[in-house]
């Protein structure tokens, strides 16, 4: 009997302190998450987005944005008010200037990292969101500004939003929905948005980006027919909807040119760019081995297989493969003669592209 009283005062105690939402242990939790940086900034990201997209936030709103109770949601939004962040009105949450400020700064420490694990890292473009978001809150304003420099200031994330200056000033993304764009008139991508992400993951398996030029085959209730430089793209409207696009400009076309995998043994072209797609640890590859706008290029020759084939890029012999090669946008320079190969050619040193 007394074997059992003693395991009931055990369970009692044990439900008393982890109790999902009541018990101790959940309590000291709930306390913690709201005095973090991250709950407050992520509620901060979430006001902004709101009324940048002309619509208020509320208490209801942001408990499902951060995955809380409204009861830990409202909590939150006494703790932000009471520190001059915002503002409760009859028409919902607004951010005070203060607390406009201090969103900027986290929305340009998030893209600044999805810029970084996009271009200088090999994280899966599907992946750079999310990994962002965990990130976002651990740098401090100095090391924000210190990542900035180190890739030079850019303008945009992977996804064509622009990325606020350390001042707080942020342009507009100019363009229009491709499901409203006219059909035959070249379109360049200008923003893709990246949520929610099982629409994302399916415009990124499409290999659509910003910078792309593409045109608009046709339009149904059902779906949306375009093509790109290299395929033709099927989409349903729900999906192109989160893709904003906007008349290419001429200088743009005249930049297409073509894929260096196009090119023959013996033929000669002037690199343009290094396609968009290209990212990450594959892109500082290539600008290592000077495949830079305006380097010229040669195709010596291909392997017994086809592939990997050999260039020459700055007087150094380099193989790269076809998907590679693909990514570098040239201009050919006129056919040249197929280059005759010298005494140990076989067996000099090839730099290899991976």
Partial sequence: MLDNSVLLVVLLLLLLIFAPQQGVYAR??????????????????????????????????????????????????????AQGLLQVTAGGLNLTPEGHRLAIQVVRAHRLFERYLAYE??????????????????????????LDAYMGHPLSDPHGDPIPTASGEMPEIEGQSLVDFPIGTPAQIVHVEDEPPHVYAQIVAEGLRPGMVVRVLERSPTRLVLESDTDEHVLAPVVAANITVR????????????????????????????????????????????????????????????????????????????EQADWIWVRRDGNGTTPHRTQGEDDGEVTNGK
């Fill in 28 to 81: 000291w939790r709930q306390k913690q998450w709201l005095r973090s940086r991250a709950a407050m900034e992520d509620a901060l990201m979430h006001l902004h987005q709101r009324e940048h997209s002309g619509r208020l936030a509320s208490v209801e709103s942001l408990a499902g944005a951060l995955g809380v109770s409204t009861r830990l949601a409202s909590m939150l939004v006494q703790r932000m008010e």
């Fill in 121 to 146: 890292t090999s994280v899966s473009p599907a992946e750079v969101h999310e990994l962002a978001h965990r990130l976002e809150h651990s740098l401090t304003p100095q090391q924000v500004e210190q």
């Fill in 247 to 322: 008349e290419a400009p001429q200088e743009k076309l005249a930049l297409e040119g073509e894929r260096l995998s196009a090119l023959e043994p013996g033929e000669k072209a002037t690199v343009l760019r290094i396609d968009d797609a290209c990212q990450g640890l594959t892109r500082r590859r290539f600008l290592d081995l000077g495949i830079t706008p305006g380097a010229h290029v040669e195709v010596v020759m291909r392997s017994a297989f086809g592939d990997p084939v050999a260039y020459r890029v700055r007087d150094t012999l380099i193989a790269l493969r076809r």
